[in-house]
């Protein structure tokens, strides 16, 4: 028996190493199994170095008394106490783990996988294992296998000689191993199942990834053929035995437990799927049904047993469809709303405990490295790696994520992924809780290395860890704002007033009290509105103060958001899709056009969010616009609800041109490239006349369908003009326009008249019907007679007018006459009407080029404004709109009867086609072209920035550098954007005085 001097002695030393039951390790070290080396210190010091001394000792005393023989037992101790990293790793798995401690008592002989210590041992991959595993030739004996496998994982991860990226890699590599063993044995009893089919496993999940837990469940999908000469439909169910039988050996439970379970539930249908499919199968499902979490999962897809070529088949034939997810409709919402069911789906008891799939956890990480891999991965190969920790470098390297995020997730990863494997490692049972007992929490603790408080510690370590992760996760899974940068500094919440309203001086902002007043009721508060802008209005503030009216853009960001900041898509656009938060700003802040429109119509703001590069913005042709303002029209209960239809139809379309028009001008940080200026031009002119055009074709629908059902009594048809005619119309163009009637068969010429001027009557009075929209005025002046005359006409009577006395102006505006509304039969006859006069077959005789030219004089002397700079008028000015298209228009009407290519509407495509007729040479095309181009922009940023037309530049000078961000000119570069519009004007007035008025 001990006396009592020494054993207080013994007690102190225990408790000094680490015991917290110093008596019961007494009794056990002076018991006969621990008697040879019970006073040997290096006993005691390694014992002190494990997670849980008292643990360590006890499976030690278990494992001796196991030896077979009194022989075995001092082999044991004597390697123990001469051979450090036996003991290191013997000791470290014993003191953290229970279930390894139980493997080796009932395997006494396994402690020898522990010896080896040499660089080939340290990171064995798959063919070692399955070295270790080869022996194996039943269930019971693949589990005792694996288990010693295990063994060897667990004692350098607990040794600190692999880090937890390489223990994850090792379980994975010792998971494929173990496929293949099962497989094997499966077949095995079934020859003549392997003789008929080709089977492949389909690694999924974190084994696919190579980042397994100790305890998981291995997912897998199955992929099988027939082999020459078999049957599809027997091949297929001898697939499914060898698949099943697989699947058993695995999860079922014997003498010596159970591996892991097999979860082939990924496979398309889940459950409710056949468990192994053709390769064509799969194939097809994804193409038609896969919903998008299942591209998801498949980033994670490895072969890993089984047909090694046909499992690369399938990687091959599902990787394409995998990094063309992030195209799918509701791409993001659908991640979202995957991770959103995870966390819905734990009990609220354990959502503070939950370590894998709780706020901060491991799952955020993954989704988030996940989501931004499927979004760039389409086009950056390098991105992916089904591995979560390769993928975050990758993501790091390519600038998708912060290079201090990443570090900062990474180190979050490991911690979370290194306490997940210790709780696991205890049991070696599936579980992501984090205990609540404080002598699991000092283990855990002290197996992370934490030693002085190790529960306290280990606390404070696990918080401030998913405090990052779920702050990281937040900035980079829900408002994936990539590239930009926080304009204000860190410390940015402690500013006083004073020094945050010099802040916002700093940015550009000049009613910085008012922004703040903004802010303050954008930010305040702990709704999710409040938030998710708190996350947005560091980067939405530089964005706005980027812009030539910082103030502005903050205001109308407010406006939106108080119209909509209640509707769930809306803060789901702005958080989940980066072009659309940035596109917002450049909308919001670039004059008053396109933000008045969308208070007006404030969903339209999910336009702008609609897939990459904002394809929401593409402007929609006339024929669906038609369609659906003419379905609207035949819903109306009235002409004027009618009318307030199409208005609304017109309100968002307008919006969308307006808005392409300023990303596309502006250019994003995602996409700072700018198109072609005269693409823009194209793209305006075109889709606001095809609006035009839409708007007045559904409100002839109503007037007819109010006054007289749904026939007319007389055929009508609207012919557009001038730049309406030529699909060039501005934001603020009036809508030139001629009507011409013909009455139907047996109807009175007088009821036909009075029918058609009715018509045109009461599209003008429900048109001008008052409205805060922007105005779509018809204009009828160039009509037969001008003002003078009848607003509409018989095809008759315009034929008769024309043969006598027509004017030489009245046949050139008839260059841009193109039907746009009515009667498709009439129109097509009034413009075979129009074609001789304006392409006359003899050209223009010396007279009437005289008479052009008279004209055009005389307009620019009489109609330019007083008190006007003439160099900066778009229209009359030298070298603007008016220079350009009455040259070009000379051009069609000269010699347009032998050149198709003249006979167009359009100014550039006539300008192009008279440069190719070689009628101008390429560089005074050149010249024309940029003065029209440039022209035509101007005048649509004055209207996009005040909000209203004009013709020359404005006078104000944040209006002035509005115009300029617009047309591309930095902040204070407004001199240098007149200079560029003199300079390019004057050289067109030089081709235009040569080639027009013949200088």
């Not at 106490?81 to 401690?101: E, N, T, W, Y």
């Not at 192009?912 to 649509?940: K, M, Q, Y």
């Not at 617009?966 to 240098?976: A, E, I, K, Q």
Request: with cysteine; net charge negative; hydrophobic share 45%.
């Amino acid at each position: 028996m001990t006396a009592p001097g020494r054993r207080s002695s013994t007690f102190t030393r225990l408790l000094r190493h680490g015991f917290t039951d110093p008596s019961a390790a007494e009794r056990l070290l002076d018991g006969p199994e621990l008697a040879p080396v019970r006073n040997d210190p290096v006993l005691l010091e390694a014992l002190g170095a494990t997670a849980d001394p008292d643990l360590a000792l006890h499976g030690l005393v278990r494992l001796l008394e196991a030896q077979p023989t009194p022989a075995a037992r001092r082999e044991l101790l004597d390697t123990l106490i001469a051979a450090k990293p036996l003991r290191d790793r013997l000791l470290g798995v014993l003191g953290a783990s229970a279930a390894l401690a139980d493997h080796l008592a009932r395997h006494s002989g396994d402690w020898q996988a522990l010896v080896q210590y040499e660089p080939r041992d340290l990171h064995p991959g798959v063919r070692e294992f399955e070295r270790g595993l080869a022996e194996a030739d039943d269930p019971v004996s693949l589990r005792v296998a694996y288990r010693r496998c295990l063994l060897s994982i667990a004692a350098r991860d607990v040794c600190g000689t692999i880090d937890v990226a390489q223990t994850a890699a090792e379980l994975a590599d010792l998971a494929t191993a173990t496929l293949r063993a099962a497989l094997a044995l499966a077949g095995a009893a079934a020859p003549e199942d392997t003789a008929l089919c080709r089977l492949a496993v389909i690694a999924m999940g974190k084994c696919g990834g190579h980042e397994l837990n100790y305890v998981s469940d291995v997912d897998v999908i199955f992929v099988g053929e027939s082999t020459e000469g078999a049957d599809e439909g027997k091949a297929l169910r001898a697939a499914t035995r060898l698949a099943s039988h697989m699947m058993r050996i695995c999860s079922e439970t014997t003498v010596e437990g159970s591996i892991w379970a097999v979860d082939a539930n990924l496979r398309p249908e889940g459950r409710n799927g056949p468990l192994v499919r053709t390769l064509s199968s799969h194939v097809a499902y994804y193409q038609r049904w896969a919903k998008t979490w299942e591209f998801q999962a498949l980033l994670k897809a490895k072969p890993v047993a089984g047909d090694p070529e046909l499992g690369e088949q399938y990687l091959a034939a599902v990787e394409p469809m995998v990094w063309h997810a992030a195209e799918r409709d509701n791409f993001v919402p659908d991640v979202q709303k995957m991770r959103r069911r995870v966390v819905e789906n734990i009990p609220a008891a354990e959502l503070d405990r939950e370590l894998k799939l709780g706020p901060g956890g491991l799952r955020d990480v993954e989704f988030a490295v996940q989501l931004l891999q499927l979004v760039h991965g389409r086009a950056d190969a390098t991105l992916r790696s089904g591995t979560t920790l390769d993928a975050l470098q990758a993501l790091a390297a390519g600038g998708y994520i912060g290079r201090a995020d990443a570090v900062q997730l990474d180190d979050a990863y490991r911690f979370l992924r290194s306490l997940e494997h210790r709780i696991q490692l205890y049991r070696l049972r599936r579980t992501h809780l984090v205990p609540e007992d404080e002598a699991d929490l000092r283990r855990l603790g002290r197996s992370l290395g934490l030693r002085t408080d190790p529960a306290a510690e280990l606390r404070r370590e696990w918080r401030r860890h998913t405090g990052v992760v779920r702050r990281l996760h937040e900035k980079l899974f829900y408002r994936p704002l990539l590239d930009a940068v926080a304009q204000l500094a860190p410390g940015e919440a402690r500013l006083s007033p004073e020094a945050a309203r010099e802040r916002l001086v700093a940015l550009g902002y000049a009613d910085p009290a008012a922004a703040l007043r903004h802010l303050e009721a954008l930010a305040s508060g702990v709704s999710r509105k409040a938030a998710i802008q708190r996350t947005l209005l560091p980067v939405l503030l530089g964005w706005f103060a980027d812009s030539a009216d910082p103030d502005a853009g903050l205001l109308n960001f407010r406006k939106v958001s108080d119209a909509l900041g209640k509707t769930p898509w809306y803060l789901r656009l702005l958080r989940d899709e980066g072009a659309a938060a940035e596109n917002l700003a450049r909308v919001l802040s670039a004059g008053r056009l396109a933000p008045d429109l969308l208070m007006r119509a404030p969903e339209a703001v999910a336009l702008l969010g609609d897939g990459d590069g904002g394809s929401g913005l593409e402007p929609r042709g006339r024929a669906p616009l038609e369609q659906e303002i003419l379905a609207a029209v035949g819903r109306a209960g009235s002409a004027e609800h009618a009318v307030t239809a199409a208005r609304g139809v017109r309100r968002r379309e307008l919006f969308r041109t307006t808005a392409a028009d300023i990303v596309d001008s502006y250019g994003t940080e995602a996409n700072p490239a700018v198109p072609d200026q005269g693409a823009l031009v194209d793209r305006v002119g075109g889709a606001v006349s095809d609006l035009t055009a839409a708007t007045l074709a559904g409100t002839l629908r109503a007037v007819v369908r109010a006054g007289w059902g749904d026939t007319l009594p007389t055929r009508f048809a609207v012919i557009g003009m001038g730049r309406f005619g030529g699909h060039e119309l501005g934001y603020g163009s009036d809508a030139d326009v001629l009507f011409v009637h013909e009455p139907r068969d047996g109807v009175d010429e007088r009821e036909a008249a009075d029918a058609a001027n009715k018509v045109v009557a009461e599209m003008r009075r429900l048109l001008q019907l008052p409205s805060a929209d922007p105005p779509l005025l018809i204009d009828a002046d160039l009509r037969p007679e001008g003002k003078s005359g009848p607003l509409v006409r018989t095809l008759k009577s315009y034929e008769a007018y024309y043969r006598r006395w027509s004017l030489v102006w009245e046949s050139q505006a008839l260059l841009r006459a193109e039907p746009v509304a009515g009667d498709e039969d009439l129109a097509a006859r009034f413009m075979e009407l129009a074609d001789p006069l304006r392409y006359p077959a003899e050209g223009l005789g010396e007279d009437a080029v005289r008479e052009i030219r008279r004209l055009k004089a005389r307009m620019e002397s009489e109609r330019l404004p007083r008190g006007v700079d003439p160099k900066l008028h778009t229209k009359l000015g030298p070298g603007g709109l008016s220079d350009v298209e009455w040259t070009v228009q000379l051009f069609q009407m000269r010699h347009g009867w032998v050149e198709p290519g003249l006979r167009t509407t359009r100014t550039r495509e006539a300008l192009a086609a008279a440069r190719a007729a070689e009628l101008i040479s390429g560089e005074d095309a050149a010249i024309l072209d940029e003065a029209w181009v440039l022209a035509t922009r101007v005048r649509n940023a004055v209207m996009l920035v005040r909000g209203r037309a004009g013709d020359t530049f404005p006078s104000d000078s944040r209006e002035l550098t509005a115009v300029g961000r617009y047309l591309g000119y930095g902040g204070g570069h407004g001199g240098d954007m007149l200079d560029d519009y003199r300079r390019t004007t004057r050289r067109a007035r030089a081709v235009v005085e040569e080639l027009f008025y013949g200088a």
